[in-house]
């Protein structure tokens, strides 16, 4: 199934930590660096490649339920330092979600 999105039509609130959807923290993150990433917050894909672990619900493990923040921000991963809130890709990943929310 494909789903066309027009990150034109996103609320042009300002993205922050207080207002922040955590949707990033569905995506896969590959480690390609090493952060100090804790040990039981990694994954190996069927290639041997290592990951961020997910829980079964599909967030982060390393995601704080509650606060809906890193609780590991000072060793995240490279990918998640790169991925900026309020960028092109983070508004995308907004709306993923707000389309298969519906």
């Not at 100090?36 to 997910?54: F, K, S």
């Amino acid at each position: 199934m494909y789903i066309a999105i027009n990150i034109n039509n996103i609320s042009k609130t300002e993205i922050t930590c207080a207002n922040c959807q955590a949707c990033c923290c569905r995506l896969e993150v590959l480690l390609v660096t090493d952060t100090g990433v804790p040990y039981q917050h990694i994954a190996l894909d069927e290639w041997g490649g290592e990951t961020m672990l997910r829980l079964e619900d599909g967030w982060c493990s390393a995601l704080d339920r509650d606060t809906l923040m890193c609780s590991i921000y000072e060793n995240r991963p490279w990918n998640c330092r790169e991925f900026e809130m309020g960028s092109y890709d983070c508004l995308t990943e907004r709306a993923v979600e707000v389309v298969v929310s519906y």
